[in-house]
């Protein structure tokens, strides 16, 4: 082994602080594709929001950034994906609501459910339609309401699990109904929505960007939507309220998160590519033609994003206690 003499291996070490201490600090993000897992099938409303903004995020960042769909066991697996990924920026997830309902829902989550993830920004907030197979015997609020009166769970009501938007609303639609429904859960409701339309499922509730399509070219049936006013796009569509349903009323918000510990820079830049996918008129235009829009950029930092996250985890928690319905 050479022995160098300690004034050499000191010099040596202050010339490797020297040259690598700048080098990590300016480290270049990105450098290579970065996967954003999408927790639920593709071609759902979760997939349709990640997708258009992936494609402004890509020109934004100068490297592909690659949707990957995770389905299943209610957005879990792809979010579980992410929390136990590298915190590196390279795999980042776009989920919705169900980030602010697994954590009571759930006993068990093989991941932080709540501080395993840095939030970069929200993204959309999307309202929910009730919807059901054009062959269902009723055409309006009041009849579907005494048909699952009647019916009870002889319907069948699909969802994409425990922790979806579409189960969430379920639970508000039961409760606000008093009655049971037999419950379908899907990998996401992109797939939900085609037995809707082959009508080997009778109801959904499930957001504009994957109804709004279906319900204008007449192959589902749309009863409500949940939000206080009616939606521009839709505008035959009455709200609950307006149909009989007061109370009934939900939206779905949407961000997007990198594994905890990720450094501060990468979250900012990050959060810099989400921005611009905001403030871009053909997401803009294609959000209103689906019934959403982006959010306020205000709403659409770090900080806004976790305190927004946390209080609704708190909001939702007493509603999933006393429907009594957990996952283990
Ligand atoms: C999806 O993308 O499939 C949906 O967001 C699922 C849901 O939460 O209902």
Same mark, same amino acid.
């Given at each position: 082994?050479?022995?160098?003499?300690?004034?050499?291996?000191?010099?040596?070490?202050?010339?490797?602080?020297?040259?690598?201490?700048?080098?990590?600090?300016?480290?270049?993000?990105?450098?290579?594709?970065?996967?954003?897992?999408?927790?639920?099938?593709?071609?759902?409303?979760?997939?349709?929001?990640?997708?258009?903004?992936?494609?402004?995020?890509?020109? &934004?960042?100068?490297?592909?950034?690659?949707? &990957?769909?995770?389905?299943?066991?209610?957005?879990?697996?792809?979010?579980?994906?992410?929390?136990?990924?590298?915190? =590196?920026?390279?795999?980042?997830?776009?989920?919705?609501?169900?980030?602010?309902?697994?954590?009571?829902?759930?006993?068990?989550?093989?991941?932080?459910?709540?501080?395993?993830? &840095?939030?970069?920004?929200?993204?959309? &907030?999307?309202?929910?339609?009730?919807?059901?197979?054009?062959?269902?015997?009723?055409?309006?609020?009041?009849?579907?309401?005494?048909?699952?009166?009647?019916?009870? =769970?002889?319907?069948?009501?699909?969802?994409?699990?425990?922790?979806?938007?579409?189960?969430?609303?379920?639970?508000?639609?039961?409760?606000?109904?008093?009655?049971?429904?037999?419950?379908?859960?899907?990998?996401?409701?992109?797939?939900?929505? #085609?037995?809707?339309?082959?009508?080997?499922? =009778?109801?959904?509730?499930?957001?504009?960007?994957?109804?709004?399509?279906?319900?204008?070219?007449?192959?589902?049936?749309?009863?409500?939507?949940?939000? +206080?006013?009616?939606?521009?796009?839709?505008?035959?569509?009455?709200?609950?309220?307006?149909?009989?349903?007061?109370?009934?009323?939900?939206?779905?918000?949407?961000?997007?998160?990198?594994?905890?510990?990720?450094?501060?820079?990468?979250?900012?830049?990050? #959060?810099?590519?989400?921005?611009?996918?905001?403030?871009?008129?053909?997401?803009?235009?294609?959000?209103?033609?689906?019934?959403?829009? +982006?959010?306020?950029?205000?709403?659409?930092? +770090?900080?806004?994003?976790?305190?927004?996250?946390?209080?609704?985890?708190?909001?939702?928690?007493?509603?999933?206690?006393?429907?009594?319905?957990?996952?283990?």
């Amino acid at each position: 082994m050479i022995r160098l003499p300690r004034r050499t291996l000191a010099a040596l070490a202050a010339l490797s602080a020297i040259t690598t201490a700048p080098a990590l600090a300016q480290a270049p993000y990105p450098t290579r594709p970065i996967t954003m897992i999408i927790p639920f099938a593709a071609g759902g409303p979760t997939d349709t929001v990640g997708r258009l903004i992936a494609q402004v995020m890509t020109t &934004e960042l100068g490297q592909p950034v690659v949707v &990957e769909n995770v389905g299943g066991a209610g957005g879990t697996l792809g979010a579980q994906r992410v929390a136990n990924a590298r915190p =590196d920026g390279y795999t980042i997830l776009l989920h919705h609501i169900g980030m602010s309902t697994i954590p009571t829902l759930y006993r068990r989550v093989p991941y932080d459910a709540i501080n395993g993830f &840095e939030t970069v920004g929200l993204v959309t &907030e999307v309202p929910m339609t009730l919807v059901g197979r054009r062959t269902l015997p009723a055409t309006n609020m009041a009849e579907l309401i005494a048909l699952v009166r009647r019916e009870r =769970d002889r319907l069948n009501y699909a969802n994409a699990g425990i922790g979806a938007a579409s189960h969430l609303c379920g639970l508000l639609l039961m409760k606000a109904l008093d009655v049971p429904m037999t419950t379908v859960p899907y990998r996401g409701t992109g797939p939900a929505m #085609n037995d809707l339309v082959a009508g080997t499922v =009778d109801l959904m509730c499930d957001q504009t960007t994957n109804t709004t399509e279906q319900i204008r070219g007449g192959t589902i049936r749309a009863f409500a939507v949940t939000t +206080p006013q009616r939606v521009a796009s839709l505008p035959d569509v009455p709200t609950a309220a307006q149909a009989g349903l007061p109370g009934f009323e939900i939206s779905v918000w949407h961000g997007l998160y990198t594994p905890r510990a990720t450094p501060r820079p990468v979250v900012e830049r990050l #959060n810099r590519a989400l921005v611009a996918a905001l403030r871009d008129e053909g997401i803009g235009r294609r959000f209103a033609d689906l019934g959403t829009a +982006p959010v306020e950029i205000a709403r659409a930092t +770090p900080e806004y994003h976790r305190t927004f996250w946390q209080g609704d985890i708190v909001k939702w928690r007493p509603l999933i206690q006393a429907a009594g319905q957990y996952a283990d």
